[in-house]
Nanobody, 116 residues
C-alpha cells in the first residue's frame, strides 16, 4: 500500500493550495480518508476527514474542503484563505476504522508554508 501526497509549497497569506493524495494497493472506496498536519515539537492533528460526510478542525472550517474521487483512488484537500498558522507538514492517511493510528496507512507528508 502506498499513499503519495503532493501539492504543498510556499504561498502568501490569503492564497490557496490544493493537496493531492494518490493511493495504490488498497480497495480505496472502503477506506475513510484524512488529512493531518504537524509542526515541529507538536503532535499531529486532524485537519479534515471524510467517510460518508466530511469533518473539519474548527480552525479550518469554511476555508478547507476535503474530497475524493474513488475512480482515481485519490483524495484532495483544497485550502483557501490560507493563514500563516496553517504552516505545517501535511500528511494524508487512509483508515478502515477511523482510528488514525500506526495500523493505518500514511503518506510521507508535504510541506505547506504560508508567508505573512
Amino acid at each position: 500500500v502506498q499513499l503519495q501526497a503532493s501539492g504543498g509549497g510556499l504561498v502568501q497569506a490569503g492564497g490557496s493550495l490544493r493537496l493531492s493524495c494518490a493511493t495504490s494497493g488498497l480497495t480505496f472506496s472502503r477506506y475513510r480518508v484524512g488529512w493531518f498536519r504537524q509542526v515541529p515539537g507538536k503532535e499531529r492533528l486532524l485537519v479534515a476527514a471524510l467517510s460518508w460526510s466530511p469533518i473539519y478542525a474548527d480552525s479550518v472550517k469554511g476555508r478547507f474542503t476535503i474530497s475524493r474521487v474513488n475512480s482515481e483512488n485519490t483524495f484532495y484537500l483544497q485550502m483557501n484563505t490560507l493563514k500563516p498558522e496553517d504552516t505545517a507538514v501535511y500528511y494524508c492517511a487512509a483508515s478502515i476504522t477511523g482510528g488514525w493510528g500506526p495500523e493505518d496507512y500514511w503518506g510521507q507528508g508535504t510541506q505547506v508554508t504560508v508567508s505573512s
